[in-house]
């Protein structure tokens, strides 16, 4: 029996065990049996079978009750009747028989996947393991970066080649985990803890070799690419590492780019990468705190003003993100107002979130101003100091700048002959191909992508590197087999945007409606934002932590102890 087939069966059937209680307990007794045999075929088909672990996975479907209560009965089953869903401690009082229903079910859950994994392991014996006999290797495949680009390459690689084993898969990439960076500025945050938002790239990638490192250099002739050493001979010298190829992915992704503003770069805080989104949350707090003992007034203002430069969606969200942090932890600070709070937003056009339309983002501004975001727009910042930052109208007393306003390809491509666009982007051809540079790709934020229908140069977002990334691997399978390469085409499914508490803004194409966008702002389009981004973060595991984390914070005050910060 297949393995994932079996486990999924097994889900059904905890499932079907487990909504007894649900279809005793709840209205709707029809939509929750098959909610509850849904979550038990995902629940057990990413669930690796360890026998007699009753009391784990009593805990960990305990766990999942809870946020799926809050999922299901608080939000998804008011909207669907109608009602607006409500955080008042009336309504959750009217919740809690729902609440112990769920975590019931969750229980149960647990224990009955757990028994029937064990009497499935008795009877058919224990999972099928699959075999790979020994094949010799006739094509390397190289992937550089383990961005959403880099990674996705190679889990569509891994399903085109579940049975050619004479290919192998290779990526490389600094870090050992995918960042989710939709979810960046709620680790700023501190509405979501930041390994929550991390995939391992180990654990995610079956069949695909990793590699940890810096790539130093890339050889194009002798296609070999060189990393940097990371660990020391006898001797003390580093030790280099080279890894051949026969074809080569560049999914590098982009760094921020300050357009040569030496001192804005060295005092900025960046917000790319996980450690960066830790670090504006410990210098948030430790400005709190700083503020907390300073008697001047002028001074205190300066500690509590927080500047963000770029009026984009990374902008737009950590604005909104340390706007709802700062007045949350107020409470632990008495001696400080929220009067003297100040985030403030610079862009350098005339409205935020030029991505959305302008309706959308006139009513993302309005709620922001509501809440208290200060914004400047139509000016840029010139120049920062330690304790001020320059405009081009003027100047703002603060401690603290976070730069979103500009990114640019991974400089390292700088090193390698390439034809590289205005932004440093590496050229491709409408099949993602480097011209003139035979099994050279490039996808992502690295290359210059346009598509082929439109001729218009393709935006560096998320949605549409995944879409590279599988176009780049059904090209390179069909090289290797000799068949015509796909062009990239593909039209945006839209944008979801953050701006605050339980407020988003999204425009999403309805292909039943004419491909036509529509238009959602407030409560629905943040539920719209949590649903989609949720679904899309890699990882069963992932999934249920964050929606864990996103429970606590409807009960519990924002935590503001300092995590370790590597310098």
């Not at 479907?61 to 955080?87: D, F, K, Q």
């Not at 930041?194 to 990793?210: N, V």
């Not at 940890?212 to 990371?230: A, F, I, P, Q, W």
Request: with cysteine; aromatic share 8%.
């Amino acid at each position: 029996m297949d393995r994932v087939f079996r486990r999924c069966l097994i889900g059904v059937l905890g499932g079907a065990i487990a909504s007894i209680v649900l279809v005793a307990t709840l209205h709707y007794s029809i939509f929750n049996l098959l909610l509850a045999l849904l979550v038990g075929a995902v629940y057990s088909a990413g669930l690796r079978p360890i026998r007699w672990v009753y009391v784990d996975n009593l805990m960990a479907g305990a766990s999942l009750g809870i946020p799926l209560w809050s999922l299901i009965s608080v939000i998804v089953v008011p909207t669907i009747v109608g009602r607006r869903p409500e955080w008042s401690a009336e309504e959750m009082r009217q919740h809690f028989p729902a609440l112990v229903a769920w975590v019931v079910y969750g229980a149960t859950l647990g224990i009955a996947i757990q028994a029937l994994q064990d009497l499935a392991a008795v009877f058919f014996g224990p999972e099928p393991e699959s075999t790979v006999s020994p094949v010799s290797v006739k094509n390397r495949i190289l992937i550089l970066g383990g961005g959403f680009a880099g990674m996705h390459a190679a889990e569509c690689l891994e399903k085109k080649l579940r049975t050619d084993f004479s290919t192998s898969i290779t990526l490389i990439n600094a870090t050992n985990a995918l960042l989710f960076t939709p979810m960046l500025a709620e680790v700023a945050g501190s509405s979501l803890e930041p390994s929550h938002i991390s995939t391992p790239l180990r654990s995610a990638l079956h069949r695909t070799g990793f590699i940890r490192g810096m790539v130093r250099e890339v050889d194009l002739g002798k296609r070999l690419v060189t990393l940097d050493g990371s660990d020391s001979t006898a001797e003390g010298a580093a030790e280099l590492r080279t890894v051949p190829y026969d074809h080569l992915v560049l999914a590098l992704g982009s760094v921020s780019n300050y357009f040569g503003m030496a001192n804005i770069e060295k005092r900025a805080f960046n917000f790319k990468s996980l450690l960066d989104a830790i670090r504006i949350r410990n210098h948030v707090i430790e400005m709190f705190e700083r503020a907390d003992r300073e008697p001047d007034a002028s001074l205190r203002s300066s500690l509590l003003t927080f500047v963000i430069a770029g009026g984009g969606f990374a902008g737009v969200e950590l604005a909104g993100a340390l706007n709802d942090f700062a007045h949350g932890i107020l409470v632990d600070y008495p001696t400080l107002r929220a009067e003297e709070l100040n985030v403030v937003l610079v862009h350098s056009r005339d409205r935020i979130l030029p991505e959305l339309s302008e309706s959308l983002g006139r009513y993302a501004q309005e709620k922001m101003e509501t809440r208290g975001v200060t914004f400047r727009l139509n000016t840029r910042i010139t120049d920062a100091g330690d304790d001020v930052v320059s405009l081009g109208d003027g100047e703002i007393r603060t401690k603290t700048l976070v730069w979103t306003a500009g990114t640019a390809p991974n400089p390292m491509l700088q090193s390698v002959a390439l034809e590289r666009d205005k932004r440093g982007a590496v050229i491709v051809d409408d099949n993602l191909a480097v011209p003139g540079h035979p099994g050279l790709w490039a996808i992502g934020d690295c290359a210059a992508v346009k598509d082929a229908m439109t001729g218009q140069l393709c935006p560096p977002t998320a949605q549409f590197a995944l879409r590279e990334a599988e176009v780049l691997a059904s090209n390179i399978i069909a090289g290797v087999n000799g068949r015509p390469a796909r062009k990239f085409h593909f039209d945006s499914l839209g944008a979801l945007c953050v701006v605050g508490h339980q407020t988003a803004c999204a425009e999403l194409r309805m292909p039943f409606a004419g491909n036509t966008f529509w238009r959602f702002s407030g409560l629905f389009a943040w539920i719209l934002w949590r649903t989609i981004y949720l679904l899309k973060l890699p990882g069963l595991e992932r999934k249920i932590r964050v929606l864990i984390d996103w429970n606590i914070e409807l009960f519990f005050p924002r935590d503001i102890v300092q995590t370790v910060d590597l310098k």
